[in-house]
T-cell receptor, first 115, second 113 residues
Framework: DTAVSQTPKYLVTQMGNDKSIKCEQN?????MYWYKQDSKKFLKIMFS???????INETVPNRFSPKSPDKAHLNLHINSLELGDSAVYFC??????????????FGPGTRLTVT | SQKIEQNSEALNIQEGKTATLTCNYT??????LQWYRQDPGRGPVFLLL?????KEKRKERLKVTFDTTLKQSLFHITASQPADSATYLC????????????FGSGTRLQVQP
């Protein structure tokens, strides 16, 4: 009965490829997020969606494109993968929208390795 | 520039002792401060949230303090157990501008039996 799930858990791919990571939450939350955790363990927000509306878009290369088909899903598509994209990507969700951040529930992460 | 600093060195303590972790911040006016636990290969798990007008929050063996004058939060685990070994992250949400959490890099806690 996973609250926030992500697929795949591991993703190994070559430079230049396009890949997607999927995220689903069954908590009924309105807001979903994508974070990147680099090798130094810093967890940085990339995007935030509230009810399918983009509310936070950090300085992320436009090769990264989030898509929210409904408020329970937030997918991340990455074009033309680069070595520097290697990291662990976490999806998260919370109640409320920006300005009323409650605790966030994280998925298990997707370890992306670009070779 | 805005910074959140947590001790990057691991904290090693004996079972039964109180662990105290520190989160310092600069150039922030946080509305909320949160603490998360992260185990290797897993996503962070929420532990406690404290608001800017609260000095202290408790939950079972956990206690968080928030001093907006010192710009510091302390996270305490009393009667620590080996199962408490993990990385602990603090996260701030500002009360102006972009309303999103910014995380510190975390402090690894190792509780020795």
């Amino acid at each position: 009965d996973t609250a926030v799930s992500q697929t795949p858990k591991y993703l190994v791919t070559q430079m230049g490829n396009d890949k997607s990571i999927k995220c689903e939450q069954n908590l009924g939350h309105d807001t979903m997020y994508w974070y990147k955790q680099d090798s130094k363990k810093f967890l940085k927000i990339m995007f935030s969606y509230n009810n399918k509306e983009l509310i936070i878009n950090e300085t992320v290369p436009n090769r990264f494109s989030p898509k929210s088909p409904d408020k329970a899903h937030l997918n991340l598509h990455i074009n033309s993968l680069e070595l520097g994209d290697s990291a662990v990507y976490f999806c998260a969700s919370s109640q409320g929208r920006g300005g009323m951040t409650y605790e966030q529930y994280f998925g298990p992460g997707t370890r992306l390795t670009v070779t | 520039s805005q910074k959140i600093e947590q001790n990057s060195e691991a904290l090693n303590i004996q079972e039964g002792k109180t662990a105290t972790l520190t989160c310092n911040y600069t150039n922030y006016s946080p509305a909320y401060l949160q603490w998360y636990r992260q185990d290797p290969g897993r996503g962070p798990v929420f532990l406690l949230l404290i608001r800017e007008n609260e000095k202290e929050k408790r939950k079972e063996r956990l206690k968080v303090t928030f001093d907006t004058t010192l710009k510091q939060s302390l996270f305490h685990i009393t009667a620590s157990q080996p199962a408490d070994s993990a990385t602990y992250l603090c996260a701030l949400e500002p009360n102006t501008g972009r309303r999103a959490l910014t995380f510190g890099s975390g402090t690894r806690l190792q509780v020795q039996p």
